[in-house]
C-alpha cells in the first residue's frame, strides 16, 4: 500500500476473496432454507390426517342423516343447505369411503352410488393405514342414542410415526345399509 491508497491489484484481490465469502455464505443459506422447508412440510403432513378428521366431522354434525355402510366402511352425509326439510330434493349427500390406503370422498345430488377409486382423496397426500375407517356405536336397537367413531390411522412424517385420529360423533338419525 502506498500513502495514497491501495493499488489496483490490493482491491482486485480484496474483490475476489470478497466473492468467495460471500458464495460460501449463500451456499449455507440455500442449505439451511431447504433443510427448514423440508421440516416444515413434513409437519404438515402430520397435521393432515386431523385436518381430514376435522373435515368429516363438521359435515356429520351438519347432516340432516347417515346411512352407515359397514360393509364398504362408508358413510353417507345428507345435508340441507337451503334449510328446507320439507324439500329433499335441494338436499346433498357428502359420502366417504376408505378405499385401500386412500380415504376417498365425493358429492352427489342422491343417496344412491358408493364413493369409487376414481373420486378425490379428502386430503391428497393422506395414506391410511389398516383399521382407518368408521363404526357405529351403541345402535339405536339398543336404546342409547346412535355415535359414529370415525378414525383415522398413518404412517406419515419424517421418519414415518403411526399417527392415530379418532373421534365420537352422536347423531340423531342414522341409518345402517
Known sequence: MSRRGYTLVELMIAMVLLGLVMAGASGVYVAAQRFLNGMINNDVRVVTPSLALEAIIRRTKAANQIVFDAGNNQIKLRTDPNRTPENTADDVWFKYR????????????????????????????????????????????????????????????????????????????????
Open 98 to 177: 376408505v378405499i385401500g390406503s386412500r380415504l376417498r370422498w365425493t358429492q352427489a345430488a342422491v343417496e344412491a352410488g358408493d364413493v369409487g377409486g376414481g373420486d378425490p382423496d379428502v386430503e391428497p397426500d393422506l395414506r391410511v393405514r389398516p383399521g382407518s375407517g368408521f363404526a357405529m356405536l351403541n345402535p339405536s336397537a339398543t336404546g342409547a342414542a346412535n355415535v359414529l367413531q370415525i378414525t383415522i390411522i398413518t404412517n406419515e412424517g419424517s421418519p414415518p410415526v403411526d399417527q392415530t385420529v379418532r373421534s365420537s360423533v352422536a347423531v340423531a338419525e342414522m341409518v345402517k345399509a
